[in-house]
T-cell receptor, first 114, second 111 residues
Framework: DAGITQSPRHKVTETGTPVTLRCHQT?????MYWYRQDPGHGLRLIHY???????DKGEVSDGYSVSRSKTEDFLLTLESATSSQTSVYFC?????????????FGQGTRLTVV | GNSVTQMEGPVTLSEEAFLTINCTYT??????LFWYVQYPGEGLQLLLK?????DKGSNKGFEATYRKETTSFHLEKGSVQVSDSAVYFC??????????FGKGTTLSVSS
């Protein structure tokens, strides 16, 4: 298995509180991604990173920010959590910008905002 | 725009039945195409891929052929097993962009 660890695996938080999810990789892959998975929507890209301090927005970036201060860690922050952000969050990594490189996924973080 | 459309489920089959899950894509240029599988409670894992037109990806009895003329990458398996029950995602990728997924198709196989 690719060395990807997401933490926490489960979290319940209150509306309006800040939340940070962490993705840690041991593969030294350049690209890292955050997706959210919701019924009827599949996986939607939130943000991704193509290097240290290099990030870009995805399809559903509103309400989320990210940071990548070192190759192995990619943080996703909900500045003020809302109930619509209740979801399962997946981190993924891939080797480079060649289009045929597969992405490897973490086990997911189930976030509930009450 | 760039997107992936796959057939909606759930797909319910009996063991040993033939499986097809349709997937079509839109893209500028020629993306690489993937099928990922997600078993209950787990993350996604790559099932198969194809990187250019007419390529056939295959794994664990599953196959998909990259059809440029119909912009399709349909997943097939000749004889499904109960253990194939999972959610299947079609995806496309191009250099310089992120992996984009379809909405997923739930497959349920009964014995």
């Amino acid at each position: 298995d690719a060395g990807i660890t997401q933490s926490p695996r489960h979290k319940v938080t209150e509306t309006g509180t800040p939340v940070t999810l962490r993705c840690h990789q041991t593969e030294n892959h350049r690209y890292m991604y955050w997706y959210r998975q919701d019924p009827g929507h599949g996986l939607r890209l939130i943000h991704y990173s193509y290097g240290v301090k290099d990030t870009d927005k995805g399809e559903v970036s509103d309400g989320y920010s990210v940071s990548r201060s070192k190759t192995e860690d990619f943080l996703l922050t909900l500045e003020s959590a809302t109930s619509s952000q209740t979801s399962v969050y997946f981190c993924a990594i891939s080797e480079g910008d060649r289009s045929n490189t597969e992405a490897f996924f973490g086990q997911g973080t189930r976030l509930t905002v009450v | 725009g760039n997107s992936v459309t796959q057939m909606e489920g759930p797909v319910t089959l009996s063991e040993e039945a033939f499986l097809t899950i349709n997937c079509t894509y839109t893209a500028t240029g020629y993306p690489s195409l993937f099928w990922y599988v997600q078993y209950p409670g787990e993350g996604l894992q790559l099932l198969l891929k194809a990187t250019k037109a007419d390529d056939k990806g295959s794994n664990k009895g599953f196959e998909a052929t990259y059809r440029k003329e119909t912009t399709s990458f349909h997943l097939e398996k000749g004889s499904v097993q109960v253990s194939d029950s999972a959610v299947y995602f079609c995806a496309r990728n191009q250099a310089g962009t992120a992996l984009i997924f379809g909405k997923g198709t739930t497959l349920s196989v009964s014995s």
